[in-house]
């Protein structure tokens, strides 16, 4: 089935940039998501990328898509105390499962930001 | 805006016990599932359900049961509560295969 894997913790410094790593083992997704999660709260959308895509921008963060070794990249620049969380990987199928896409998500990474 | 509503937030019970957690959305969407957040454990799908009438098995569904009542509501049952079943259990909901919208979720102790 598939499998989503990201590595558990990331340690910065309030300023530098931080960069959480993500693969997948899907090569049919359409989608593939950041969330956040912050403490006691669920999990809420922060950037998503489709599949056909290498880069995606957004203020802060920077997404990178490598396709060929199924590999997906969350850039934080300027990381923040507030941007402190779990980020979550996933991804969505290309094709449904009984009519629902259903995510596949990593165990997530806590990011911790200290100053 | 009210989303992905789950209720309660807390709640303690006894082993053996029986409770339901309830889950409501109001954005017309198809699919509702239900997570398990263990720590270390990333999300693991308990029940989904694709389309109103309809509930299948995600990657731990044994000491759960399921209903998928109307298109809005998916309730998640614990006939018998075990302290295995401890953990916060987030509700879910979601249109074809764009992002899934969360619940606060439900933080529940079994003792």
């Known amino acids: 089935g598939e499998d989503v894997e990201q590595s558990l913790f990331l340690s910065v410094r309030e300023g530098d940039s931080s960069v959480i790593n993500c693969t997948y083992t899907?090569?049919?997704?359409?989608?593939l998501y950041w969330y956040k999660q912050e403490p006691g709260a669920g999990l809420q959308l922060l950037t998503y990328?489709?599949?056909?895509?290498d880069m995606k921008q957004d203020q802060r963060l920077t997404v990178l898509l490598n396709k060929k070794d199924k590999h997906l990249s969350l850039r934080i620049a300027d990381t923040q105390t507030g941007d402190s969380a779990i980020y979550f990987c996933?991804?969505?199928?290309?094709?449904?499962?009984?009519?629902?896409?259903?995510?596949?998500f990593g165990r997530g990474t806590s990011l911790i930001v200290h100053p | 805006n009210a989303g992905v509503t789950q209720t309660p937030k807390f709640q303690v019970l006894k082993t053996g016990q029986s409770m339901t957690l309830q889950c409501a959305q109001d954005?017309?969407?198809?699919?509702m599932y239900w997570y398990r957040q263990d720590p270390g454990m990333g999300l693991r799908l308990i029940y989904y359900s694709a389309s109103e009438g309809t509930t299948d098995k995600g990657e731990v569904p044994n000491g759960y049961n399921v209903s998928r009542l109307n298109k809005r509501e998916f309730s998640l049952r614990l006939e018998s509560a075990a302290p295995s079943q401890t953990s916060v259990y987030f509700c879910?909901?979601?249109?074809?295969?764009?992002?899934?919208?969360f619940g606060q979720g439900t933080r529940l102790t079994v003792v």
């Open positions: 879910a909901s979601g249109q074809a295969n764009t992002e899934a919208f």
């Open positions: 954005m017309n969407h198809n699919s």
């Open positions: 996933a991804e969505t199928p290309l094709f449904s499962s009984g009519g629902s896409y259903i995510p596949t």
């Open positions: 990328i489709f599949s056909n895509m």
């Open positions: 899907d090569s049919s997704s359409t989608y």
